[in-house]
């Protein structure tokens, strides 16, 4: 079945450095593929997606290519905040799935000042 | 002109009760959800709505009873609560299954 792995967390930057979250993905078909973030007490958020194999998305500073011929999706910014510390989810939708979306189990980011 | 709106936010109950979570959405779209996140963020998809129709209904006690009387709304009703039911429960929207969600701002349900 379809699944999402990413990276354990946490993940602890100074603010200004460089972020990487790995994504990598099982999936039977040719899913879209999305990057949610979740702010303290808050619901997710949508931060970018993509839905074919070579798209970029992006969205404030975060960035994130869909690899095809590696599974993967990883998210990335060149100098985050402070205010960027969140949980950030991978996700993915296929038809072979149902199109139901499948979420990793979360990357926790702080950032400190 | 908040998009998914759930109430309560907060729920402290004690073992045993009968409780109902409200989710409404106004942003026009056909297809519902119920997700479970425990302590470590995980987020479990727990039931799916589209155009007032089950069409995901993952493997959950049947103690969880959603009902949907519209398109704009999801219930979820849980009956005898435990204390492994204490988490957030989110409500999302979407225009159809395979697109983006929209996310409710959660309701943490804690279970004494």
């Known amino acids: 079945g379809n699944s999402v792995t990413q990276m354990e967390g946490p993940v602890t930057l100074s603010e200004e450095a460089f972020l990487t979250i790995n994504c990598t993905y099982t999936a039977t078909g040719y899913p879209s593929l999305f990057w949610y973030v979740q702010y303290p007490g808050e619901g997710l958020q949508l931060l970018l997606k993509a839905t074919k194999a070579d798209d970029k998305g992006s969205n404030k500073g975060f960035e994130a290519t869909y690899r095809k011929e590696t599974t993967s999706f990883h998210l990335e910014k060149g100098s985050v905040q402070v205010s960027d510390s969140a949980v950030y989810f991978c996700?993915?939708?296929?038809?072979?799935?149902?199109?139901?979306?499948?979420f990793g189990a979360g990357t926790r980011l702080f950032v400190k000042a | 002109d908040t998009a998914v709106s759930q109430t309560p936010k907060y729920l402290v109950t004690q073992m045993g009760n009968d409780k109902s979570i409200k989710c409404e959405q106004n942003?026009?779209?056909?297809?519902m959800y119920w997700y479970k996140q425990d302590s470590k963020k995980f987020l479990k998809i727990m039931f799916s709505y589209n155009n007032k129709e089950l069409i995901i209904n993952e493997t959950v006690p049947n103690r969880f009873s959603p009902k949907s009387p519209d398109k704009a709304h999801l219930n979820l009703h849980i009956n005898s609560l435990e204390l492994g039911d204490s988490a957030v429960y989110f409500c999302?929207?979407?225009?159809?299954?395979?697109?983006?969600?929209?996310f409710g701002p959660g309701t943490r349900l804690t279970v004494l």
């Open positions: 942003l026009g779209h056909d297809t």
């Open positions: 996700a993915l939708s296929d038809r072979g799935g149902g199109f139901k979306t499948i």
């Open positions: 999302a929207s979407s225009q159809d299954l395979s697109i983006e969600q929209f």
